[in-house]
């Protein structure tokens, strides 16, 4: 059975950094890509960030290219997201998702606000 387990978030000043972490467990951790989604309320779900299987290429969306940073360790079947000089608009729920059957993680709070 597939399983996501999130962790970090909370609360950060604009201009800040929180990280968040998710590890999987269930299927073959280093074999599929991993992504990070946000969601805000009365919004769609929003791709953040991916990195592929082995970690050597990374894609951003645009508003955060620069500021996030995305990882994984396979040997610890973990994925972060490093999210750096924080905006007010990165508030969110933000979701790590797994590619070998689509699982979500539960989701993890991030809240930017002076």
């Known amino acids: 059975q597939v399983q996501l387990v999130q962790s970090g978030g909370g609360e950060a000043q604009p201009g800040g950094s929180l990280s968040v972490s998710c590890v999987a467990s269930g299927f073959d951790f280093s074999s599929y890509s991993m992504m990070w989604y946000r969601q805000t309320p009365g919004r769609h779900r929003e791709f953040v960030a991916s990195?592929?299987?082995?970690?050597?290429?990374?894609e951003y969306e645009d508003s955060v290219k620069g500021r996030f940073t995305i990882s994984r360790d396979n040997a610890k079947n973990m994925v972060y997201l490093q999210m750096d000089n924080l905006r007010p608009e990165d508030t969110a729920v933000y979701y790590c998702r797994e590619l070998s059957v689509g699982t979500w993680g539960p989701g993890t709070q991030v809240t930017v606000s002076s």
């Open positions: 990195i592929t299987s082995s970690g050597d290429s990374s």
